[in-house]
């Protein structure tokens, strides 16, 4: 009856040990990541490695993006924020390889490390948690012109900053 009882533990053990995966238990497959901008209201795209657009919002966003986009394949995104009379401002953002992965040689086992985890995408880890980007003026809004005017145009403090030229 022991022998019985201790294979039976043995087995469980086992098959915990495994069938588990490290990374899928202890860390995550998506991540939240927030976006801001100076100014604020700025519009925001995001798109994939393939170029498909994955959310469309203004800032202040909260997005939640999967850290890996198939087997064994890690995200990465393009974030691109604009605004009327601001230059566009691109930000990348892109996974690396999750700590917890490796935790598969130890507790996870053949399946964790090689079928559970790239599949979750749990391999993977965002580092980026937030985005705080000041959008810079369009040099195009910039009026640049030069105008001829007559010194009885001019405002009153001006005056003190002219340099006579003969």
Not at 114 to 125: F, N, R, S, V, Y
Request: aromatic letters at 8%.
């Amino acid at each position: 009856m022991n022998r019985i009882r201790f294979t039976s533990v043995v087995i469980m053990m086992a098959s915990v040990l495994l069938l588990s995966s490290c990374a899928s238990i202890f860390s995550k497959s998506t991540y939240q990541v927030t976006i801001n901008s100076t100014p604020s209201n700025a519009k925001v795209s995001i798109t994939d490695k393939k170029g498909q657009e994955v959310y469309v919002g203004s800032t202040p966003s909260v997005v939640k993006l999967k850290a890996g986009t198939g087997f064994f394949s890690k995200a990465k995104y393009q974030v691109k924020l604009s605004s009327p009379g601001y230059d566009d401002k691109i930000v990348n953002i892109s996974s690396s390889l999750d700590g917890w992965y490796f935790g598969n040689l130890l507790l996870g086992g053949v399946l964790g490390m090689l079928i559970i985890d790239p599949a979750t995408g749990a391999m993977w880890e965002i580092d980026t948690d937030s985005i705080n980007e000041t959008l810079s003026k369009s040099m195009s809004s910039i009026d640049s012109s030069l105008k001829i005017m007559d010194i009885n145009e001019i405002p009153e403090e001006w005056k003190d900053h002219l340099v006579r030229v003969n």
